[in-house]
């Protein structure tokens, strides 16, 4: 038996303003119109003929999106919350001991959430080669096999090229000089960040490796327990892990680490550099994404997702254009986006966290205008979906129902409100909204008062255990 498990913490900071902190790269639809990256992952899982339900590992942020990506396949599975970041080795060990309660004697196949690989058979193929080696024993990894030598991966240096090797070192990115050497010396692979072994053997390897994540992370476990769909673990105890890689603290030590080739198709989609290289793209060797139009523009990467963005006579070059942010950029500087974030983050820019529409688990608002004195916003409630029971003390909100069916309650009293209808809460009412129907309520919110932030509420029913934002915030 195969159990997957996919690491779905990351944050994705290369592929800024598209990905934020609180929607992150795996859950956007990056390189197909249909399905963001982690539902692409799962979906390809499917297609190797793995019918084991999979093992998600992500942070608390992020919960309910990757359950609603989820839900959106169809496809149910286990979620288990990091409490802090500590790197893979210690994420792997949870999702190995959770494992390890119902699936003794499976075999995990690791993979990182936000991966593209477009050669779903040859992949396939691999991770039956992989099964065999690790339920003998093996801690397996994948080595993608090098096109050119690409500074934004890590590598893989194996004893033996073009074979299952055992592994003599894994490196940090390289330099283009570096990156160049170990092409040409042949027994080099990218690193893909994707494993397959059983639980016993990588945690006995952590026990003897990594002593300290693995104390760390059995004791977490030792107060799991379940909260609606997810799966938490002790938060001060997992935080004692030491963060670290699987790479360098197991891999690279371990006596029973191999490396498999991988020759199909792969990319770990990174930086808008990647991204264009896997769109389509027009007969100038533009991708154009949304309202774009161009003239004398060629072998570029222009992706507006909100208003028209027109481009004339350029080359080369990234424009992804957000309803808050606008990046342009030489398409060969990709990989120094990261750069730019980290100036917002030291300036305490809320760009770099969320976009103006915000994904909640009830649904979405996004902001339309806002003043010193008022916001406007445009609100979305998932049918069934039901808002925190709260009082605002400094502002007032005015709701105007555009479709769908609205249960207004107010102190005692409680009111339906369909399309056209609207209603007024004033300072002080405490107040909640619930979407009875079985479709999408659709309303506007409009406030105003002294103060219009998110921090003028008080929560008194909180039905997703303090997920914040909104109107009428959770």
């Given at each position: 038996?195969?159990?997957?498990?996919?690491?779905?913490?990351?944050?994705?900071?290369?592929?800024?303003?598209?990905?934020?902190?609180?929607?992150?790269?795996?859950?956007?639809?990056?390189?197909?119109?249909?399905?963001?990256l982690?539902?692409?992952?799962?979906?390809?899982?499917?297609?190797c003929?793995?019918?084991?339900?999979?093992?998600?590992?992500?942070?608390?942020?992020?919960?309910?999106?990757i359950?609603?990506?989820?839900?959106?396949?169809?496809?149910?599975?286990?979620?288990?919350?990091?409490?802090?970041?500590?790197?893979t080795?210690?994420?792997?060990?949870?999702?190995?001991?959770?494992?390890?309660?119902?699936?003794?004697?499976?075999?995990?196949?690791?993979?990182?959430?936000?991966?593209?690989?477009?050669?779903?058979?040859?992949?396939?193929e691999v991770?039956?080669?992989?099964?065999?080696r690790?339920?003998?024993?093996a801690?397996?990894?994948?080595?993608?096999?090098?096109?050119?030598?690409?500074?934004?991966?890590?590598?893989i240096e194996a004893?033996?090229?073009?074979?299952v090797?055992?592994i003599?070192a894994?490196?940090?990115?390289?330099?283009?000089?570096?990156?160049?050497?170990y092409?040409?010396?042949?027994?080099?692979?990218?690193?893909?960040?994707?494993?397959?072994f059983?639980?016993?053997?990588?945690?006995?390897?952590?026990?003897?490796?990594?002593?300290?994540?693995?104390?760390?992370v059995?004791?977490?476990?030792?107060?799991?327990?379940?909260?609606?769909?997810?799966?938490?673990?002790?938060?001060?105890?997992?935080?004692?892990?030491?963060?670290?890689?699987?790479?360098?603290?197991?891999?690279?030590?371990t006596?029973?680490?191999?490396?498999?080739?991988?020759?199909?198709?792969?990319?770990?989609?990174?930086?808008?550099?990647?991204?264009y290289?896997?769109?389509?793209?027009?007969?100038?060797?533009?991708?154009?994404?949304?309202?774009?139009?161009?003239?004398?523009?060629?072998?570029?990467?222009?992706?507006?997702?909100?208003?028209?963005?027109?481009?004339?006579?350029?080359?080369?070059?990234?424009?992804?254009?957000?309803?808050?942010?606008?990046?342009?950029?030489?398409?060969?500087?990709?990989?120094?986006?990261?750069?730019?974030?980290?100036q917002?983050?030291?300036?305490?820019?809320?760009?770099?966290?969320?976009?103006q529409k915000?994904?909640?688990?009830?649904?979405?608002?996004?902001?339309?205008?806002?003043?010193?004195?008022?916001?406007?916003?445009?609100?979305?409630?998932?049918p069934?979906?039901?808002?925190?029971?709260?009082?605002?003390?400094?502002r007032?909100?005015?709701?105007?129902?555009?479709e769908g069916?609205?249960k207004?309650?107010?102190g005692?009293?409680?009111?339906?409100?369909?399309?056209?209808?609207?209603?007024?809460?004033?300072?002080?009412d405490?107040?909640?909204?619930?979407?009875?129907?079985d479709?999408?309520l659709?309303?506007?919110?409009?406030?105003t008062?002294?103060?219009?932030?998110?921090?003028?509420?008080?929560?008194?029913?909180?039905?997703?255990?303090?997920?914040?934002?909104?109107p009428?915030?959770?």
């Amino acid at each position: 038996m195969i159990i997957p498990v996919l690491l779905a913490g990351g944050s994705g900071n290369r592929l800024w303003p598209l990905s934020r902190e609180l929607y992150p790269k795996q859950c956007i639809n990056l390189t197909d119109p249909h399905q963001s990256l982690i539902q692409q992952t799962l979906t390809r899982v499917g297609r190797c003929g793995i019918e084991s339900a999979p093992v998600v590992v992500c942070n608390n942020d992020h919960r309910f999106l990757i359950a609603q990506q989820m839900l959106e396949l169809g496809i149910a599975g286990t979620i288990m919350l990091e409490p802090a970041a500590r790197n893979t080795a210690a994420a792997i060990a949870l999702a190995a001991f959770e494992v390890q309660q119902y699936a003794p004697g499976a075999s995990l196949l690791v993979l990182p959430a936000d991966h593209l690989i477009g050669d779903a058979e040859r992949f396939s193929e691999v991770v039956s080669e992989a099964y065999s080696r690790a339920v003998n024993g093996a801690l397996v990894t994948f080595g993608i096999l090098p096109g050119y030598p690409e500074t934004g991966y890590g590598y893989i240096e194996a004893a033996q090229y073009g074979q299952v090797s055992p592994i003599k070192a894994f490196h940090e990115k390289p330099d283009l000089d570096t990156a160049t050497g170990y092409v040409n010396a042949g027994n080099y692979y990218w690193n893909s960040g994707m494993f397959m072994f059983t639980p016993e053997t990588y945690l006995a390897e952590l026990k003897c490796f990594q002593p300290a994540v693995y104390d760390a992370v059995a004791a977490a476990m030792a107060e799991r327990y379940t909260d609606l769909d997810f799966i938490r673990v002790g938060a001060e105890a997992f935080s004692r892990a030491p963060s670290i890689s699987i790479d360098n603290g197991i891999m690279e030590r371990t006596e029973k680490g191999a490396v498999i080739p991988y020759d199909g198709d792969w990319s770990d989609i990174g930086s808008w550099q990647s991204v264009y290289e896997h769109a389509q793209k027009d007969d100038n060797g533009n991708a154009l994404v949304g309202d774009v139009v161009v003239e004398n523009v060629h072998n570029s990467l222009i992706r507006s997702d909100s208003r028209l963005v027109a481009a004339v006579g350029l080359s080369d070059i990234a424009i992804i254009d957000t309803h808050d942010a606008l990046l342009v950029m030489a398409r060969e500087n990709s990989q120094t986006v990261k750069t730019v974030v980290n100036q917002l983050k030291s300036n305490s820019r809320t760009e770099i966290r969320q976009h103006q529409k915000v994904y909640r688990p009830w649904g979405s608002y996004e902001t339309v205008n806002l003043g010193e004195h008022y916001q406007v916003k445009h609100v979305k409630v998932k049918p069934g979906a039901k808002l925190a029971l709260q009082v605002h003390r400094h502002r007032a909100e005015h709701w105007v129902i555009l479709e769908g069916t609205a249960k207004v309650r107010i102190g005692e009293h409680e009111q339906i409100l369909h399309a056209n209808e609207s209603i007024h809460i004033n300072v002080g009412d405490v107040h909640t909204l619930q979407n009875p129907g079985d479709s999408v309520l659709d309303l506007i919110e409009v406030q105003t008062g002294d103060r219009i932030d998110e921090d003028d509420v008080i929560r008194f029913a909180d039905y997703y255990q303090g997920e914040a934002g909104g109107p009428g915030e959770l």
